[in-house]
């Protein structure tokens, strides 16, 4: 008597599965995403235009004849090149020394705000001791205080000292930053304390750990703050109008007030010189643009 062994195949066909209609809803998300993309796409676009749209405008002008800067309607394209008018700036007036001056200020300046900012940053951040917490907001709320509140009795000390129509007054003001502090601050607070624990261990003071270690390990933070105040100290009006009076001390944002008369305005050459005056900016940024998004994508992470 014969038996019959029924197996099951492990390679029996199955069931397909159904095609064709569950595949439409993906079809019809992934073209609703591209379509959403496209649309941020061109939101951005036309909110960088918007942005750029003045600095576009200042270069136009830069190359244009003075009645045909504020023309209305505005004339994006001019009937005549102007070119002429980034050789003769430097003739009209001394724009190679205000230049000058607003580098040395800048480069000053900036120096002294991220040594001084990074060197308090980290005693708020890394050593402890009584009314730490106390003290660091209390400096912090000098930010909210606006700067036309002392800008009398700060020029009154200036004054007693003597040193108005001077850089020192300028960077004595200037080489101390609560902002800096606080950026700095913000950054080492990321950096875990048993790095600091260890290096005391081996023997290192607090200055070793700061010159050596943190320092070191802060470079995009550094970079932010140096760029930050770089751009400031250059673009600051009121501070050179108020203390130097010399004509040999001023910086460019002055030097182009050089170009305002009594009863016109050469806005040509001004918007050329604010062409000129931005370059050096523009270049400090693209040089330092890695390190300053790195910094201001990683201060703040630890409050």
Do not use: C, H
């Amino acid at each position: 008597m014969s038996t019959t062994v029924l197996r099951k195949d492990s390679t029996a066909p199955t069931d397909p599965a159904p095609a064709g209609p569950p595949a439409e809803p993906r079809a019809r998300g992934g073209a609703g995403a591209a379509v959403g993309q496209i649309a941020l796409y061109v939101l951005l676009a036309v909110v960088a235009l918007a942005v750029l749209l003045p600095f576009i405008w200042m270069l136009i002008s830069s190359v244009k004849d003075d009645r045909d800067v504020f023309t209305v309607p505005i004339q994006w394209i001019p009937e005549e090149f102007k070119w002429e008018n980034f050789t003769t700036i430097w003739t009209r007036v001394p724009f190679a020394a205000y230049l000058g001056n607003s580098f040395l200020l800048s480069i000053v300046i900036t120096f002294l705000q991220v040594l001084t900012g990074s060197f308090a940053a980290y005693g708020f951040a890394k050593m402890r001791f009584p009314g730490r917490d106390l003290l660091f907001t209390g400096y912090i709320a000098t930010i909210a205080v606006p700067w036309q509140a002392y800008m009398v009795p700060q020029y009154v000390i200036m004054q007693k000292f003597g040193l108005v129509n001077s850089y020192t007054s300028l960077i004595l003001l200037q080489a101390f930053g609560a902002f800096g502090v606080f950026l700095m601050r913000q950054f080492y607070l990321t950096i875990p304390d048993e790095i600091s624990e260890a290096a005391r261990l081996d023997g290192l003071t607090e200055y070793g750990i700061w010159a050596r270690i943190v320092l070191p390990l802060s470079k995009p933070a550094l970079a932010s703050l140096a760029l930050l105040t770089f751009v400031n100290t250059w673009n600051d009006y009121m501070g050179p109008f108020i203390y130097l009076t010399d004509n040999r001390l001023w910086t460019v944002q002055l030097g182009l007030r050089a170009f305002i008369g009594q009863y016109d305005a050469e806005s040509a050459m001004i918007m050329t010189g604010s062409v000129l005056s931005l370059a050096p900016v523009l270049a400090v940024f693209l040089l330092g643009q890695r390190y300053f998004v790195r910094g201001i994508a990683t201060t703040g992470v630890k409050g």
